[in-house]
Structure formats: structure tokens, C-alpha cells
């Protein structure tokens, strides 16, 4: 039996489970103190024996996941599959919305005919009111319509004009130009003309 | 040991996502320890492998509910604890679980001596001294790991071992004087 104060700690350390500053100072200790060396060496010797019986071999491979009796059956495998693959949750995440989406289409007609039905049936006070009030409000939004686009019309016709009209006067502008300067050719050319007649009148 | 533990947290990344391979190649890795850890309990080889294909089974079930990849040891050995402890109350519902040992054969490759001196002194100590020296000196666990394994504090497993090693140390004293075979 160690009576020595570490006897403890000289055990954990013969199983590697002091820290560092633990063990070192254990280290420090050991060859001052005759009775943990030779307990630990006993503990050595006691544990090696017990590690000399070797493991067995396992009588045969565990057939767990290689059997095919445990593996998953092939619909269990497909939903596994499917719950871990986002690719196939997502694809059938848009066949869900487009399924939805066709059964809607289907059914929203059906329903408006029997709102329709209804409502020729029964001819409410109410339901004439609003028909009254929108058949205004659709009448007051056409002669809006109407008038702005008279205005428009309008508007462009009176541009039109007063561009017609500027191109008529710079139109006569150039025609007078060009006037002034067939007279001022006319003259010039009467003027010769009266010298090659009467060539000596000129040096006379 | 750093890169084995990668490989493991790995193949449980893998196993998680329903990758029945990665499993399979963890049960290859631990299946030899686990059993072996089994046959020191019950000291009886079809037990120890009906049992290990039960831990496995477990072990895959939920898988999932593995917090830390890198505890996945001390985990699986927990399952393979609450099994042995399971089959040993069902046999003997009056003795609160404790493993009555079978008669274990030599080991091979060692002197029929030590074998026998060995597993003496091993069937003296109680299953849970049994336990923790199987756990400590044979899995190479640390006590922290142990105390996950078994449920129990750090010092209560010390104190199981401490005694059971004193106790083995005087019963192994004539093999071990004259050296191991």
C-alpha cells in the first residue's frame, strides 16, 4: 500500500491524466520517493499483463448495413432521398404551386357565373344603385377622355397653322430676292446691249 | 488520432445525411472494439454478438441525435453499456443488472498461465470494477469519457479502478513476477 501523500496523482499519471504542471511537478517527485517509483512500476506491470490478453477477431462481420434486410426499402430510400435533396424538394415545391395554381383556374369561372346568376336573379336595390353609379362614373371618364383629346386636336391644328404660315412668308421672302436679282441682270444686260449698237456714239 | 477523428466526424456527416456506406464503414472501424468490450463484460462471445449488432442497429437509428461528431466513441459505447446492462436485467431481474461472467476461454497467443491468472482476477471484481478497468486499461478511455460512458462522476470511476487494480495487482503478483509471456 503507498502511504505516500501523492499516491493519487501517481496513479493518474501511470494513465496519462495529470496536466502539465501536475505531471511535471510528479516527475520532480518520483525519483525522490522510492515508494510511488516502485508503485509505479507495479501499476505498469499489472496493466501491461492485463493488456497481453489480445482482442478477439469478431466471430463474424456485424450484418447490419451491408445485410440488404436493414437497408432501407427503395420507397423509404426515396423519401429519404427526397427530404435531403433541395433540387427534388424544389421541383416538386413548383409542381404543388403549378397544381394549384391549374385548380384555381379551373374553378374561378363556375363561380362567377353563379355570382352573375344570382344577381340577374335577384336584382337588388342596392346592386342598381352601384350599376347606376358606375354607369355615371363611366360616362364622365369617356367626355373627359373625349374633350382632352378635342383639346389635343386642337392644340396640333393651331402649331400646324402657324408653321404653315411661316413657311409661306420666308417662302415669299426668297421669291422677291430672287426678283431683285433678275431686274439687277435685266439692267446690266440692257446696258450692254445699247453699247454694241452704237459703237462710235461712244468715242464721239 | 487527429486525422482518424476527421475521418469519423466525416463518415458521421455523411451517415447523417442518409449515406448508409458511411455508416457502414464506421461499424467496420468500431465493430472489433465494441465486441470485445461486450465478450470482457458478459465473458460470452454469442451474447457479445447479438449485442453488438444491437448497439450498431441504435447507433444508426439515431445517429442523428449525436451532438458532437467527435464524441461519437464514448456515444456508441454508452449505447453498447445500456444494452449489456439491458440483456443483464432481463436475465436477472432480481440482481439490478449484475453480469453473471460465463466461463471464458484461454486467449490464444498468450501462456495459458497469465489467461487464466488473468481472467481470475478479473471475474473477483465486481461488474462495475470490471468495467472500468475494461474501459481504462483496455479501450484506453479517458475518465471524462468514462463518466459520459457510464453515467457516474470521474471519481467514482477512479475510486472502482484504484481498488480494482490494487485487488488485481496482488492477484496477477505471481505471473507478473516472472514476467510476461
Given at each position: 500500500?503507498?502511504?505516500?501523500?501523492?499516491?493519487?496523482?501517481?496513479?493518474?499519471?501511470?494513465?496519462?491524466?495529470?496536466?502539465?504542471?501536475?505531471?511535471?511537478?510528479?516527475?520532480?517527485?518520483?525519483?525522490?520517493?522510492?515508494?510511488?517509483?516502485?508503485?509505479?512500476?507495479?501499476?505498469?506491470?499489472?496493466?501491461?499483463?492485463?493488456?497481453?490478453?489480445?482482442?478477439?477477431?469478431?466471430?463474424?462481420?456485424?450484418?447490419?448495413?451491408?445485410?440488404?434486410?436493414?437497408?432501407?426499402?427503395?420507397?423509404?430510400?426515396?423519401?429519404?432521398?427526397?427530404?435531403?435533396?433541395?433540387?427534388?424538394?424544389?421541383?416538386?415545391?413548383?409542381?404543388?404551386?403549378?397544381?394549384?395554381?391549374?385548380?384555381?383556374?379551373?374553378?374561378?369561372?363556375?363561380?362567377?357565373?353563379?355570382?352573375?346568376?344570382?344577381?340577374?336573379?335577384?336584382?337588388?336595390?342596392?346592386?342598381?344603385?352601384?350599376?347606376?353609379?358606375?354607369?355615371?362614373?363611366?360616362?364622365?371618364?369617356?367626355?373627359?377622355?373625349?374633350?382632352?383629346?378635342?383639346?389635343?386636336?386642337?392644340?396640333?391644328?393651331?402649331?400646324?397653322?402657324?408653321?404653315?404660315?411661316?413657311?409661306?412668308?420666308?417662302?415669299?421672302?426668297?421669291?422677291?430676292?430672287?426678283?431683285?436679282?433678275?431686274?439687277?441682270?435685266?439692267?446690266?444686260?440692257?446696258?450692254?446691249?445699247?453699247?454694241?449698237?452704237?459703237?462710235?456714239?461712244?468715242?464721239? | 488520432?487527429?486525422?482518424?477523428?476527421?475521418?469519423?466526424?466525416?463518415?458521421?456527416?455523411?451517415?447523417?445525411?442518409?449515406?448508409?456506406?458511411?455508416?457502414?464503414?464506421?461499424?467496420?472501424?468500431?465493430?472489433?472494439?465494441?465486441?470485445?468490450?461486450?465478450?470482457?463484460?458478459?465473458?460470452?462471445?454469442?451474447?457479445?454478438?447479438?449485442?453488438?449488432?444491437?448497439?450498431?442497429?441504435?447507433a444508426y437509428q439515431n445517429i442523428r441525435k449525436l451532438d458532437d461528431p467527435a464524441r461519437y466513441g464514448p456515444w456508441l459505447f454508452r449505447i453498447a453499456h445500456n444494452e449489456a446492462y439491458s440483456m443483464f436485467r432481463k436475465r436477472h431481474p432480481d440482481t439490478s443488472g449484475d453480469a453473471e461472467m460465463a466461463e471464458r476461454e484461454p486467449a490464444p497467443g498468450v501462456s495459458p498461465e497469465v489467461s487464466i491468472a488473468v481472467n481470475a482476477a478479473m471475474d473477483r471484481l465486481t461488474p462495475e470494477?470490471?468495467?472500468?478497468?475494461?474501459?481504462?486499461?483496455?479501450?484506453?478511455?479517458?475518465?471524462?469519457?468514462?463518466?459520459?460512458?457510464?453515467?457516474?462522476?470521474?471519481?467514482?470511476?477512479?475510486?472502482?479502478?484504484?481498488?480494482?487494480?490494487?485487488?488485481?495487482?496482488?492477484?496477477?503478483?505471481?505471473?507478473?513476477?516472472?514476467?510476461?509471456?
Open positions: 500500500m503507498n502511504t505516500c501523500e501523492r499516491s493519487e496523482a501517481l496513479r493518474d499519471y501511470a494513465f496519462d491524466e495529470l496536466n502539465g504542471a501536475d505531471r511535471a511537478a510528479l516527475e520532480r517527485h518520483l525519483p525522490t520517493c522510492a515508494t510511488c517509483e516502485a508503485e509505479l512500476h507495479s501499476l505498469r506491470l499489472t496493466t501491461a499483463t492485463l493488456r497481453s490478453i489480445p482482442d478477439r477477431e469478431i466471430p463474424q462481420r456485424i450484418a447490419f448495413v451491408s445485410d440488404k434486410v436493414f437497408e432501407p426499402s427503395p420507397v423509404a430510400r426515396f423519401f429519404q432521398g427526397f427530404w435531403t435533396s433541395p433540387s427534388r424538394l424544389g421541383f416538386a415545391s413548383a409542381c404543388l404551386i403549378a397544381g394549384a395554381l391549374l385548380v384555381s383556374g379551373l374553378h374561378r369561372p363556375t363561380e362567377i357565373r353563379t355570382v352573375v346568376q344570382t344577381a340577374t336573379g335577384t336584382t337588388p336595390a342596392g346592386t342598381q344603385d352601384v350599376s347606376g353609379q358606375i354607369d355615371a362614373a363611366v360616362a364622365k371618364a369617356v367626355a373627359q377622355v373625349r374633350a382632352e383629346d378635342a383639346k389635343l386636336t386642337q392644340n396640333v391644328l393651331a402649331a400646324a397653322e402657324i408653321k404653315h404660315q411661316e413657311e409661306h412668308k420666308a417662302l415669299l421672302v426668297a421669291m422677291q430676292e430672287s426678283m431683285d436679282v433678275m431686274q439687277k441682270r435685266m439692267g446690266a444686260y440692257t446696258s450692254l446691249a445699247s453699247l454694241e449698237i452704237n459703237p462710235n456714239g461712244a468715242g464721239q | 488520432m487527429i486525422l482518424r477523428a476527421v475521418e469519423d466526424a466525416d463518415l458521421i456527416a455523411s451517415a447523417r445525411k442518409g449515406n448508409v456506406e458511411a455508416f457502414n464503414h464506421l461499424v467496420s472501424r468500431w465493430e472489433k472494439r465494441v465486441y470485445n468490450y461486450l465478450l470482457r463484460l458478459t465473458g460470452r462471445p454469442e451474447d457479445s454478438l447479438d449485442l453488438s449488432q444491437d448497439v450498431f442497429l441504435k470494477q470490471r468495467e472500468a478497468v475494461v474501459l481504462k486499461v483496455h479501450e484506453g478511455f479517458k475518465f471524462d469519457e468514462m463518466a459520459e460512458i457510464l453515467g457516474c462522476p470521474v471519481s467514482t470511476i477512479k475510486s472502482r479502478l484504484y481498488t480494482a487494480l490494487d485487488l488485481m495487482k496482488a492477484e496477477l503478483a505471481p505471473v507478473t513476477n516472472r514476467g510476461i509471456r
